[in-house]
C-alpha cells in the first residue's frame, strides 16, 4: 500500500521515470531504512531484481560485521540530514545476491515528499572505476610504448586559432626550440617544409580538409632543418568537422629518412646494375658476331688471296680482276679487323676492384631484387661471422647475385612453386683461400640436357629471355678471379655456386 500512494505521489513530478533513468545506480530508502525504490543500473550492480529489493533494509545489503554499527550510523544522519557522502575516506562495501563484496562510494541526498524523509542513495562501483582507471593507464602505456617504439611525433592542429600543438618529438624532428610552451603557428609549421614539395602538401591538406571527403590525411615530404639538412617525414592525421568546417587535425608523424636514404641507394645501385648488365650485353653480342663473322671473313680473305696468287702466276693481265681481288682481301681483312677493335673498345678499361663485405654485397642484392618485384619467396640466409673481405668489384658481383636470384624467382614462378624459397650459403674454402657462395631455390631445377649449354651466350628456355644473364654472371665472376657453375647432382631445384679470392 505505501508503494502505490509513493509511486502516486511522485507520478505528477515523474519522478520514477526520471529515477529509472539514470545512469548511476540508485536506491530510495526511507526513514525506517527500508528501500522503497531501485533503478534498473541498482539492480543490475546488486544481482537483485526490484520486487527483491522493495522491503529490504539496506542493512541486509551489508556485510553482517557492519550492520549493527550502520543501525547507529543512520539514526544520526536522519537527525541531521543533508546531502553528503558516506565513509568519509573510509572503504565501504556491499553484497549482492551472491554474496560477494562490491567496494563503493555511497553518497546520500534528503528527500522530503508530503511530510515524509526519504534518503536517495547514490552508488558508484569503485570496482569498476579501478578497473576502467586500470585499463586506461595499461591503454596510456601501451599507446605510449607504440609511441616510442615508431619513434612517432603528435600534433593537433586548431583550425580555428590556427596553430598547432605539438609533443617533444615533433618539435625533434622539426628541430625546433622555439615553442616552449608546444604550440607553433601554422605558418611557421609549414615554412619548414622543402619548397618543392609545398605543393604535395597542400593538396593532400586541401583534399583532407573538404567537408565532402572522408577528412584523412596522408603524405610525405621533405623537412629542411635551421642548419640546412633534410629530413623525410611520414604524416597521417584524421580532420574533424563542425557544422561543415574543419576545427581539428589530429596526427602523427615519423622520421623516415633512414628508409628513404635506403630507397635512394638502391635507386642508385639498381641503375648501376642495369648499365653494367646493357653494357655487357653489348660485349658478348659484339664477341658473338666478331665470332661468328670472323671465320667467314677469313675464308673470303684467304680465298681472295689464292685467286690473285693465281692470276698473278698465269700472267693474266687484266688489271681489273687483279684490283677487285686485292679490294676483297683488304676489306675482309679490314672487316675483321674493325670487329675486332669494336670488342676491345666495348671491354677497355681495367677492372676497379676493392675489398668488399661479401655478407653485405648478399643483403644489397637481396634488397635490389625484392625491390624490383621478385619478392614472392622465403629466403634462408646462412653467413659466416667474421668472414674475410674478398677482392673484386662490387657491382660486378652484386650483379650476378641478383641474376641469380630473378632467375630462380621466375623459374619457382613459372613452375607455380608454393612456398616458393630461396637459401643463400656464405661459407669459407680453406683450402683455396676463397669464399664460396651458394643460391639453391626449390624450383623444377635445370634438365640434364640442357646443362651444358646453360651458360652459352643467347642460350635460354624462358619464352621472353635473351639467354644473356647466366653467361654475362660467369664473366663477371671469371673477370673477378673467380667461378661460376651450377652443381648437376641437386636432388630438388637449381643450386648455383660461385668463388671469390680473399682480399688477403
Known sequence: MAI??????????????????MSEAMLLVNDTG????????????????ESELVNMTVEQLMPIRYREHHLNYRQTYLNDPRQRAMGKGRNLVLLNRAGQELAVDISLSPIKINHQLYVLATLNSTNQLHQVEDALEASEERLQLAKQAANLGIFDFDFEHNTIHWDNRMQQIWENSDSSDGTITYEKFTHAIHPKDLAIYQTTFDKATDPSGDGEFHTEFRVIHPDGTICWVAMAGQVHFEEGHPSRLLGMARDITPRKTLEEELKIQRAETETLFKQQVAIHTASAIAHELNQPLTAISAYSEVALHVVENDQINNPEIKRALKGCVEQAQRAGQSLHELVDFLQKGEISTEKINLNKIVMDALRIARSDGYSEFHVQVHLEPHLPTVLANRLHIQKSLVNLLRNAVEAMRTANIAPSAITITVKTLQEKNMAMVTVQDNGPGVEQAIIQQIFEPFFTTKPTGIGMGLSISRTLIEANGGQLWLDPDTKEGAKFHFTLPFAS
Request: no cysteine; aromatic share 12%; charged share 5%.
Open 4 to 21: 502505490t500512494i509513493m509511486a502516486d505521489s511522485f507520478t505528477g513530478l515523474s519522478f520514477e521515470v526520471l529515477f529509472n533513468a
Open 34 to 49: 527500508h528501500v522503497v525504490l531501485a533503478n534498473p543500473v541498482a539492480q543490475n550492480l546488486l544481482g537483485y531484481a
